[in-house]
């Protein structure tokens, strides 16, 4: 039942999108230099997005008036507050952040730390081995890759804004 | 000829080196569950900025041989399969080894796995030159049909549902449209965004879709983040299973290394599909099929073969034709656009000596893998014991590193990170990604030669079907359609009549 109503939420979300991506395709400059132009294609995927989503709503509508849903969501994920997802998502937001002010190195190693932190199972955090592992390889693997790209590949990774 | 010429290229010190390292570092990461062949290039990928294109595509080739080739270890010892395209390896091979008969079941799954990759790459080296001699015939026109018809097949394809799969097909394209139109050079969807101007780089939107989301969902399911554990497992018990073993079932081996190869030729199937066929096609043709899922060394041969086939049968559209056919050629096609070589029917003409050096690599890592596999099993079970709470920041590390590079663009990173979190939410609501990025890979294509034709016919649709590899393609994507909304009728009607 609840992967019905997901469907039938995705196909607005979509609908709206869509609707969004044709109305800003009026922004692009028009062309004469072919037939269709610059603005046919993504009109015409916007199109098909909208013509897509609502046969997905339709599909959705029909099966939950078929009657009740046979079996339980088999997908996983359903906890409603899953916080080794959430932190690892602010963290990745946190880490591009965090790269453009104090650079790829110093980021990498407070990252590691931190994400293996959150997904350690709860008896490893009590572990002085593992600890003292993630710290070693949260250390030394930045430093290695940044070493390896500067002095192999001659490519800079970000050093931040910081020590510009 | 031209393959001893390949061989040639590519037997120096440093190509040999880096595809060893490849081909280990695939068949580690490969092994992993969770992490896939993918995976293992997207961690690979930032280490072949500075490498020259014949070794840092060969490099690339042998992390993906030995990413689709690791997951037979975990899937015989532990009935996990290291990767989708290893779980029907599990269905016999995990049985086996219960019934102490590991040995026979990882022998016979390495060979297998090496037959079937070596029979991909002598297809890939003979069909391949054939097929980009026809390919550079084709018009504008043909092209069109052919990657509308890719289009249609990995959408209607990579999930259960059509109607998803083409709404992710076409989420594709509205993102690959950001940037400079290629036939106007007018800017779309860029917002004043002045490094938005050549639109959303591959490998940033590649990484985030598959890499990033996959451990947002590893992180999810926290409990796989615990590392394996072999200690109640042996895998010197039972007698090896040999070659001439293998050989004795010729006449299963041959359907099933077709069979794998044509899945990996066609669009959006890959590994993943192609083992779970071969093992149904096993034990609906074998003589015991009660026998199979209590540890008949049949359904191993039958999944390893086919899966490793398939790689060749990915490799052959991919270098003939330009199409990706999974996610993992997707990231090969990104390195090919990293040394500003674009994969397609003139790569055999104006890079001769790249195309048979990357065939030679492909036919030495199935060589690499079966070598490092059968002597150096242990090892392996050992680098399988890594925790992937340490492993998953790592790949991440990895997977920023790569996006950066593929510029030396920060937006790159940003891009990538929102790719992920999109590519999370997608998976969740089962919309397939792979048909999400071929549709972001040829919809540049598709539309340059829709307009192209246009040009040609002066606006008149009718032409297009003149051409005969046009019409046979857009007449096969009407039936792919259809046939695939008949599938679901039926499907829905058969759930129905249960309920």
Redesign the interface.
Known sequence: MK?KK??IL?GIV?IIL?AV?YV??FQ??E?T??????RF??QL??V??VV??V??II?AVR?KS??PA?EKDI???NQKL?L??I???VL??A??FL??QIG?TIT?II??LF??W????ED?RKERK?LL??IC??II??IF?NF??YQ????Q??VGALFQ | MQLLGGFATIFNVQTLLLMVVGTFGGLVVGALPGLSAFTALAIML??T??MDSVNGLCFLVAVYVGGCSGGLISAVLLGIPGTPASIATCFDGYPMAQQGKSKTALSAAIISSFVGGIFGAIILSFLGPYIAKVALKLSSYDYFGIILFALTTVSSLAGDNM??G??AC??G??LS?VGT?G??S????TFGITKLANGFSLVPVLIGLFA?SQ????????AT??ALDFSNTNQNEGEKFTFRDYFKRIRMIIPVSLLGLVIGILPGLGGNISNLMAYSYAKKTSSHPETFGTGNVDGVIASETANNATVGGAMIILLTLGIPGDNATSIILAGFQMNDIAPGPLLFKTQATLVYAILAAFVLANIMFFLMEYFGLSIFIKMLSI????L???V???C??GS??SN?N?LD??IM?IF??VGYILK????PLAPMVVGFIL?PLL?LY??RS??KT??HWFPIFSSPVAAICIFATIFTIAYTVYGMIKK?RV??A??
């Not at chain 1, 230099?33 to 610059?38: A, R, T, V």
């Not at chain 1, 959150?118 to 199972?121: G, Q, S």
């Not at chain 2, 007018?186 to 969807?189: E, G």
């Not at chain 2, 969740?428 to 919309?431: A, F, T």
């Open positions: 992967e997901n469907d995705a979509i869509a991506y800003c395709s692009i400059q062309t230099s072919d037939i269709l132009g610059s294609f993504p995927a916007a098909l997005l897509l989503a046969i997905q599909q099966t078929a009657g046979k997908s996983t994920g899953n080794p997802l932190l690892t998502t990745l937001f880490y591009y790269v453009l790829f990498s990252y590691l994400a293996s959150i997904l350690m199972p490893d593992i592992m993630v390889v949260s693997f930045p890759l390896i790209f192999i590949f001659s490519i990774l970000p | 930032p280490f900025f500075g109607v998803k083409l709404i076409l989420l394209i509205c449209c139109d036939l106007s007018v800017y779309r969807y990033v451990i947002m969902a590893n992180a999810r399911d926290k983040t615990k925790p992937s709470m340490l998953l920041p790592i991440i590390v990895c920023f590193v950066y590079c030396n920060t990173i940003l990170v992920g979190l969740k609501h089962k919309y919809s539309e829709l307009r246009l040009m002066d606006g829905k759930e129905e249960k309920v």
